[in-house]
C-alpha cells in the first residue's frame, strides 16, 4: 500500500499561532547538519541594527553535550530530549563587523557607516548589551519560527544558570547568552496559554 503523506496548510495567521513552547520531546532524534543549517539561515534572516547581526548560535546536538546542560538549566528535561539546544548568544562588540558587512558599499558609505557605528558604541558598554540582546532577540524569535515550519517545536528558555554556561562551554567575554531554545519533536503538546487582553498591552498615542 502507498504511504499518504497529509499535508496541513496553514494560513500566516494560523502558522504564528500554532508556536507553542512544548517541554518534552520524543529522544533520540538527530537533526541533521543540512536541517540544522536551513534553520540558522532562516533564523539568520532576522533584521538587526545596522545589519551588525549581533547573534551567535551555540548548537549543541551531542548527547553528553545536553547532559552537561541539565543542571545549567535546573534539571529541566527537555534540554536532554530536544535534538538540539541551540544557545542564542548576543555579541557585545558587534560594531567589530561593520568593515565585513559594509564590504560591497562604497568605500565613502562604508567609512561613514563605520564612523556612525565605532561612535555608538565608543564608551557605551550599556548600549553594547542592549543591542547585543535586542538583535539577538529577534534572531531567536525567528528560529523557533522557522523550526516550527520545518516540523519541529522548541521551548525559549531564560531558567538556567548564565554562569554556569558560560563557565562550561567555554563562552568568551565578547558575548552574553540571550536564551536557551531546545529544538525537537514533541512528545507531548504544549500546554495552552493565554494572553492579557489587549487593552493590558496597549497605549494609543501616548500615557
Ligand atoms: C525569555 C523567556 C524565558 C523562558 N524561560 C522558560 C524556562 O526556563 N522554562 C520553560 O519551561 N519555559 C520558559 N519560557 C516559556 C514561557 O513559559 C512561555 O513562552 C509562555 O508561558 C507562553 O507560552 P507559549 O510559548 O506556549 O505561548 C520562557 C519564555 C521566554 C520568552
Do not use: C
Amino acid at each position: 500500500m502507498m504511504s499518504q503523506q497529509v499535508e496541513t496548510v496553514f494560513s500566516a495567521e494560523q502558522f504564528l499561532l500554532s508556536r507553542h513552547s512544548v517541554r518534552q520531546y520524543v529522544p533520540g532524534i538527530t537533526m541533521s547538519d543540512e536541517e540544522l543549517n536551513e534553520l540558522l539561515t532562516l533564523a539568520s534572516s532576522a533584521p538587526s541594527s545596522w545589519n551588525l547581526q549581533h547573534w551567535r548560535f551555540l548548537v549543541i546536538r551531542e548527547q553528553a553535550g545536553k547532559e552537561r546542560l541539565l543542571p545549567i538549566a535546573y534539571g529541566q528535561q527537555q534540554v536532554v530530549d530536544a535534538s538540539a539546544v541551540i544557545v542564542v548568544l548576543g555579541d557585545l562588540e558587534a560594531n567589530k563587523v561593520a568593515e565585513q558587512v559594509y564590504e560591497q558599499a562604497t568605500p565613502e558609505i562604508r567609512s561613514m557607516m563605520k564612523q556612525q557605528v565605532d561612535g555608538a558604541y565608543a564608551n557605551n558598554p550599556v548600549l553594547a548589551r542592549d543591542e547585543a540582546i535586542r538583535n539577538a532577540s529577534f534572531a531567536a524569535q525567528q528560529l523557533m519560527l522557522a523550526a516550527k515550519a520545518k516540523g519541529y517545536d522548541t521551548v525559549p528558555m531564560g531558567g538556567y544558570d548564565a554562569k554556569a554556561l558560560i563557565r562550561e562551554f567555554s563562552i568568551p567575554e565578547r558575548y552574553v547568552p540571550v536564551v536557551m531554545i531546545p529544538v525537537g519533536k514533541a512528545a507531548k503538546p504544549a500546554r495552552p496559554t493565554g494572553r492579557l487582553p489587549l487593552e493590558h498591552q496597549t497605549i494609543h498615542e501616548s500615557f
